[in-house]
């Protein structure tokens, strides 16, 4: 996958979880201070600033968080690491 696939794909979650709540793609786009034609392009062209795409995911009750590319970690905090 590319770099590009993965920014799609989340931008296709923020906008599945706000339509959870009931919030559509222009009200979306408007509270990330965007057109909602930006935002239809930006699901298969995801050329959008961090900014924005932060704005996006607010709106929608995300939060953007990076996390270490660390497995082990990844399973402690999954609690995983250890399965019984």
């Known amino acids: 996958m590319t770099t590009e696939t993965h920014l799609t794909d989340l931008i296709g979650t923020i906008i599945d979880t706000a339509r959870q709540q009931n919030i559509s793609q222009g009200e979306l786009a408007a509270r990330g201070g965007i057109r909602q034609e930006t935002l239809s392009r930006a699901k298969r062209?995801?050329?959008?600033?961090?900014?924005?795409?932060q704005a996006l995911a607010q709106a929608a009750g995300l939060r953007?968080?990076?996390v270490a590319d660390n497995p082990v970690a990844e399973k402690v905090a999954e609690g995983t690491l250890f399965p019984s």
């Open 45 to 53: 062209n995801p050329a959008i600033s961090l900014k924005t795409f």
């Open 64 to 66: 953007i968080q990076l």
